[in-house]
Nanobody, 125 residues
Framework: QVQLVESGGGLVQAGGSLRLSCAASGRTFSTSPMAWFRQAPGKEREFVAVIRAGGLTPYYTDSVKGRFTISRDSAKNTVYLQMNSLKPDDTAVYYC??????????????????WGQGTQVTVSS
């Protein structure tokens, strides 16, 4: 059974940091594009970052550039999202997602077939 499990969410003050983890099981995702999305209450699910295989440059949505870093540990079949300088606007449920296919940049939730259950991130002002 293919599964993604997120962890690392929590409550943090503005300006603080969190590191989210997404542990994959059921098959290796080392060559699969993997992404982080987030969804705030009453809002659409939005793309945050994606990491691709082959040393291709990760891609971020503009609002997190310079603050968030996506990385992968292929040996652990795990993807991370390091979040620094957090803002109240970053408050959301964060989801990990994976897809098969090309390494082209995909930012729509419908492009991803496998999803985790989400982890809550709350940033207080």
């Amino acid at each position: 059974q293919v599964q993604l499990v997120e962890s690392g969410g929590g409550l943090v003050q503005a300006g603080g940091s969190l590191r989210l983890s997404c542990a994959a099981s059921g098959r290796t995702f080392s060559t699969s594009p993997m992404a982080w999305f987030r969804q705030a209450p009453g809002k659409e699910r939005e793309f945050v970052a994606v990491i691709r295989a082959g040393g291709l440059t990760p891609y971020y949505t503009d609002s997190v550039k310079g603050r968030f870093t996506i990385s992968r540990d292929s040996a652990k079949n795990t993807v991370y999202l390091q979040m620094n300088s957090l803002k109240p606007d970053d408050t959301a449920v964060y989801y990990c997602a994976a897809r098969s296919g090309s390494a082209s940049i995909k930012t729509a939730p419908t492009d991803y077939a496998i999803w985790g259950q989400g982890t809550q991130v709350t940033v207080s002002s």
